[in-house]
């Protein structure tokens, strides 16, 4: 085999983590800078997204903190938050780290991250909010586009501080 | 009696209340021997979390740490969940199963009861050392409770002045917890929030159907409005515990137009949800009730809110500080599908839920400016002034009220017998 034959795979697997990677902190910016309306925009039409604490998941309970099961109802969220809900005003930033593509298939890649969540109050203080895993599931639409199919987000963070507004 | 924490009530029918009462750590400390471990059932667990011989959960009671246990012979025994040696926690776990508890420090051995069994080299090494010849193993349990259920809901009490667990309840407070739980309930999980206010601030919130159509203004940016509808006050004998409900019923768009003319954040919309399947609803009873917010103090909520059911358990862990601990059930028997409207429908409770993820902010605001000016007093007047009665209707303070007349009598009492004896 020759040195370019055993770079190809090498290559495009790089390519790929390269795309998930940026996929995944595209998602993170958007909470970030507050651009609450467009985070219904990563997830399928139908999808699933649940943010549940891990003690929890290690009982094998279904109980998350915060669920949807369709884009619609990311959008209610979204417009709760805007307009109805009073909650802690700050500024969250969203880190996410050890990108690891457990799964690779035509249509759909199983990916799993880590996430830590800061806030930062009104008058600039910053405290550690929560750290917790990404469990992905990660659908290629046509043209090579991502579009989250599934994202269960396990919090170790469980005990959360006051409440939990802006999603993770 | 303990000077430094009297309370002076400015007012007999407690619609004043002293700010220091919720920063004060000498009133904290009284609290935990006088009310916590005073005479009163403290909320432990459900049966359905320890269901089988062996199981156990450990909880707190106050801030005491505890055991909740299921022995060999499926009876139900709690025990504080510290080594009689020198001290140690003995249970880490928050659930399990085993025969017995052993510390990790020494190696005491405990009994599902809690009844020490068994101390290393208690006759000592090669004839050296040793316990003296007359220690009692029997002195040194964890120290117990006494345990009784109601409906398949487990609570305790250290004192032994207590009143009977029905008599603590009050009439109506059993009459619904006979409603909520007329079968066996199965658990779907845990929330917790770690909450930066005192405990009592809590309290006084799910007594305080006044805020809530004000505060979560969820059912009303979604034209749910419906806090014109029929509902009630009831509160126990003692006052200390109390249920609000409310029927659900059509929303009247034309009464909350005017109910919220001069509220600046209510925009009346129709019915306006992208998904409505979040409150797609199976109704449980029969009687219409859409909101039941129960509390039995000082230690548990216990709610229904259309299709879910939860307790929450409140841990206080000083003067600014409680973690409220949801257990969200369903019942035993539900179907693949009344399950997943109850797990959607928890949406809309715990620390993000679309109509309870203000009560934490708000109470947080208010320990914040405590802490700042601790003099002065709360005005609690809405609904009346005077006596402290039920009520067919909901805007209203009076179960506040309710509430601190019983815990000032609590905090005047001297310290139970069983406190001096030790
Ligand atoms: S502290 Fe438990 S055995 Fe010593
Ligand atoms: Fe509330």
């Known amino acids: 085999m020759s040195l370019a034959e055993a770079a190809a795979p090498l290559e495009s697997d790089l390519l790929l983590q390269h795309q998930v990677t940026q996929f995944l902190y595209a998602y993170a910016r958007c909470l970030d800078e507050d651009r609450l309306e467009d985070w219904p925009t990563f997830f399928d039409d139908a999808c699933f997204y649940g943010i549940l604490p891990r003690e929890n998941a290690v009982k094998g309970l279904p109980l998350c903190v915060l669920s949807a099961r369709t884009q619609g109802m990311l959008k209610d969220r979204v417009k709760s938050l805007r307009e109805a809900n009073i909650y802690n005003l700050h500024y969250p930033r969203h880190v996410v780290s050890n990108v690891e593509i457990l799964a690779c298939r035509s249509d759909s890649l199983d990916v799993v991250s880590n996430v830590t969540v800061y806030q930062t109050d009104m008058e600039g203080r910053t405290t550690l909010f929560c750290v917790g895993q990404y469990n992905d599931r990660l659908n290629r639409k046509d043209g090579g586009a991502l579009k989250i199919g599934s994202r269960t987000v396990t919090i170790d963070t469980y005990n959360i501080p006051n409440l939990l507004a802006i999603p993770i | ?422």
């Open chain 2, 1 to 422: 009696m303990n000077a430094i924490a009297d309370i002076d009530w400015p007012s007999s029918d407690f619609t004043r209340v002293p700010y220091r009462v919720f920063v004060d750590p000498e009133i904290y400390k009284l609290e935990q021997e006088r009310i916590f471990r005073g005479p009163i059932w403290a909320y432990l667990g459900l049966e359905a979390e320890v269901p089988n011989p062996g199981d156990y959960k450990t909880t707190f009671v106050g801030d005491t740490p505890m055991v909740l246990q299921r022995t060999m012979d499926g009876e139900l025994a709690a025990f504080e969940n510290r080594c009689a040696h020198r001290g140690a926690i003995v249970r880490r776990e928050p659930f399990g199963n085993d025969t017995e508890h052993r510390c990790v420090y020494h190696q005491w051995c405990y009994d599902l009861k809690g009844a020490l069994t068994g101390v290393p080299f208690r006759r000592g090494v090669q004839g050296k050392g040793g316990y003296p010849k007359d220690f009692d193993l029997s002195k040194h349990p964890m120290r117990p409770m006494r345990v009784a259920t109601y409906n398949g809901v487990i609570f305790g009490t250290f004192s032994d002045a207590t009143p009977p667990l029905k008599t603590f309840l009050g009439t109506s407070i059993c009459a619904y917890l006979d409603r909520l739980f007329h079968k066996p309930v199965k658990v779907l999980g845990y929330l917790r929030q770690d909450i930066k206010s005192n405990w009592k601030l809590y309290t006084e919130n799910v007594k305080d159907p006044y805020h809530a159509g004000l505060l979560h203004l969820f059912h009303a940016t979604f034209g749910l409005y419906r806090s014109t509808q029929k509902g009630a006050v009831l509160m126990s004998e003692s006052k200390f515990n109390s249920v609000l409900y409310n029927i659900g019923g059509n929303y009247d768009k034309d009464l909350a137009e005017e109910n919220y003319k001069n509220q600046k954040k209510y925009v009346p919309t129709d019915y306006d949800l992208y998904d409505p399947q979040l409150l797609a609803s199976r109704p449980d009873f029969p009687d219409g009730i859409a909101n039941m917010i129960m509390c039995i103090a000082p230690t548990v909520v216990v709610q229904q809110i259309m299709n879910t059911m939860a307790t929450r358990n409140i841990r206080p862990k000083g003067p600014g500080q409680f973690e409220l601990f949801w257990t969200y059930f369903g019942f035993a028997d539900d179907d693949e599908e009344l399950t997943q409207i109850r797990l959607t429908q928890a949406n809309l409770i715990g620390p993000s839920g679309y109509i309870s993820m203000e009560d934490s902010e708000a109470t947080e605001m208010v320990q914040d400016n405590a802490v700042v000016r601790s003099t002065g007093d709360t005005v609690i007047e809405m609904g009346g002034r005077g006596e402290i009665h039920d009520l067919d209707y909901l805007i209203s303070e009076m179960p506040i009220r309710g509430f601190w007349s019983h815990y000032a009598k609590l905090m005047a009492e001297p310290p139970a017998l069983q406190e001096a004896a030790e």
